[in-house]
């Protein structure tokens, strides 16, 4: 079993539609939760970023985490054409100093106008 | 604040060449990773460094791959001999607090 795992999709959606996209993952030592976006031939970008369980908003976008079932989603409101690109969850453990990310797939997301 | 920079964007080799790239971190950014990205898949982790020490290279193929950082700063990713699969993008990356920060990356594809 991979240490994190992520529907690669693609996921295709209207404009104005709520998209939700998941991880999970196996290892309960992770305490960040991060999510990224990837547009095309570009480096990753950080979108969100949670420590441990809960939610958290920021704008259009809310990161969930929930621990117990080692989920986390994050949701976008009000999808837009911009939005497409593909989102990468990540999570690190916080042991002796920065410890590094560990990626999930990404999931392809078209948000069509 | 300026951010990664990574060169060159894009390279294109032969298999069994070698091929080397660079990574110039964010000013005062004591961690630097560098990432393989292979096409359809999340980056996975090659190197870790702590300054110029390296905290964990558990995942970097030694037998081909080097990389080394000069003075706690700028860093070198080398590949000999690259081989077809090694045909990826290569991201650097830098770390403040949690912030992973990232440049643009450099596409290798091997022929």
């Known amino acids: 079993q991979k240490e994190v795992e992520q529907d690669p999709g693609p996921l295709s959606v209207p404009e104005g539609a709520i998209v939700s996209l998941n991880c999970t993952y196996s290892?309960?030592?992770?305490?960040?939760f991060m999510w990224y976006r990837q547009y095309s031939r570009k480096g990753p970008e950080l979108l969100m970023y949670?420590?441990?369980?809960g939610n958290k908003e920021d704008g259009r976008f809310t990161a969930q985490v929930d621990k117990s079932s080692k989920y986390i989603s994050l949701f976008i409101r009000d999808s837009q054409p911009s939005d497409s690109a593909t989102y990468l969850c990540?999570?690190?453990?916080?042991?002796?100093?920065?410890?590094?990310?560990?990626f999930g797939k990404g999931t392809r997301l078209s948000v069509i106008a | 604040e300026a951010g990664v920079a990574q060169s060159p964007r894009y390279k294109i080799i032969e298999k069994r060449q070698s091929v080397a790239f660079w990574c110039n971190p964010i000013?005062?950014?004591?961690?630097l990773y560098w990432y393989q990205q292979i096409l359809g898949q999340g980056p996975k982790l090659l190197i870790q460094?702590?300054?110029?020490?390296?905290?964990?290279d558990s995942q970097l193929p030694k037998d081909r791959f080097s990389a080394e950082r000069l003075k706690g700063v700028d860093s070198t990713l080398k590949i000999q001999p690259a081989k077809l699969e090694d045909s990826a993008v290569y991201l650097c990356?830098?770390?403040?607090?949690?912030?992973?920060?990232f440049g643009q990356g450099t596409r290798l594809t091997v022929v």
């Open positions: 990540a999570m690190s453990a916080p042991l002796s100093g920065n410890t590094p990310l560990v």
């Open positions: 290892n309960s030592a992770f305490q960040y």
């Open positions: 949670t420590y441990s369980s």
């Open positions: 000013s005062g950014h004591a961690t």
């Open positions: 460094f702590q300054n110029n020490g390296v905290v964990d």
């Open positions: 990356a830098t770390l403040r607090g949690g912030d992973a920060f």
